[in-house]
């Protein structure tokens, strides 16, 4: 692994572990207001969010496509196809509990959280740390 490619990697990697703090912290801040209606969350914050998270799904393309070019170990793959992979889930998921609502009649306002999303973010982030640390130790 050359130095520039070195670097990438590890900037990566500690972006995804950035990535999955601030998705635990997400998921039990939007959780809690759902559930317990305690924080509402700015429109600011939710702008930044998904922007980061948009900047996270095209890093790991570029991250898949240099790491396979590079012919990185195949471990280091896991990350960059999980979060594309996951991203598509959610959308779709998104999208159909989107439907069911609308078919359902249910205005915005009473709208709640699809089922499930809470427990595949907090899973999500859990993998995303752990395993990205790993791999960076393994990497050093």
């Known amino acids: ?4 490619n070195s ?61 396979i070019k590079n012919k990185f170990s195949k ?7 999980y979060h594309i992979v996951m991203a598509i889930f ?6 159909i509990w989107g439907i069911i609502n609308v078919m359902q009649s249910t205005p915005i306002s009473e709208q709640l959280i699809p089922p499930g999303l809470i427990a595949i973010g907090i899973i999500s982030s859990l993998f995303e740390l752990f395993f990205s640390g790993y791999v960076l130790y393994k990497f050093k």
Do not use: R, W
């Open 75 to 81: 471990i280091t793959l896991v990350i960059p196809i």
């Open 7 to 67: 670097k990438f990697f590890k900037i990566y990697y500690i972006l995804v572990i950035v990535y999955a703090f601030i998705g635990l912290f997400d998921t039990f801040l939007y959780g809690g207001k759902e559930t317990f209606k305690q924080v509402e969350i700015s429109g600011l914050y939710s702008l930044l969010i998904g922007l980061f998270e948009f900047a996270i799904f095209v890093l790991s393309i570029v991250a898949l496509v240099l790491f």
């Open 90 to 95: 959610v959308f779709v998921y998104a999208i």
């Open 1 to 4: 692994m050359d130095e520039k």
